[in-house]
């Protein structure tokens, strides 16, 4: 049956379906990110964040859960043009050290875009009256407003370390 979107519920339940495809695309993500980054300040925080994307994903299955709806099959094309601009980075052959700043700046840029959406959705949760749902949702709010904080900070003494000692950086 093809999507309909002639309510605010209707944009909810787009919306909502459009983070279970993101966080699902992001597991993959951060699981690549982990291998990739050399050094363990770096691998430390995407793989704390790894492990609760992989809770979010089944938050975010509770909250359809307690609507009685199942997930739309949307395609979210941010999370394809962020991996392919990670890609076309990697084909710069960028040193371990740079492309270890770039993913976990790229991590934070996702964590962001995330904020912003649980944002929306936690407040439209509660606008509808959907408690459970809306507590759900500030609980993964809260995981990516931590993430942000730890992944940035990660990414800032990493990119100091290569400002400050360019030739270990070469
Ligand atoms: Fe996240």
Do not use: W
Not at 35 to 53: F, K, M, N
Not at 75 to 91: E, S, Y
Request: include cysteine; proline fraction near 4%; glycine fraction near 2%.
């Amino acid at each position: 049956m093809p999507i309909q979107m002639h309510s605010a519920q209707d944009l909810f339940a787009y919306q909502l379906s459009c983070m279970y495809v993101f966080e699902q695309q992001n597991v993959q993500t951060l699981e690549r990110l982990s291998e990739e980054v050399t050094s363990e300040a770096a691998r430390g925080p995407i793989q704390h964040h790894l492990e609760e994307t992989r809770e979010q994903v089944g938050m975010l299955e509770q909250c359809f859960q307690a609507l009685d709806q199942e997930p739309q099959k949307v395609t979210v094309h941010a999370a394809q043009g962020l991996t392919q601009d990670h890609d076309a980075f990697v084909k710069l052959k960028p040193d371990p050290e740079l492309l270890t700043v770039y993913d976990l700046e790229a991590a934070a840029k996702v964590e962001h875009l995330e904020v912003a959406a649980y944002r929306g959705l936690a407040d439209k949760a509660s606008t509808m009256g959907q408690k459970e749902v809306a507590r759900l949702l500030r609980e993964i709010l809260k995981q990516e407003e931590d993430a942000v904080r730890e992944l940035e900070a990660a990414a800032k003494e990493l990119a100091r370390q290569a400002i400050k000692e360019p030739a270990l950086a070469s």
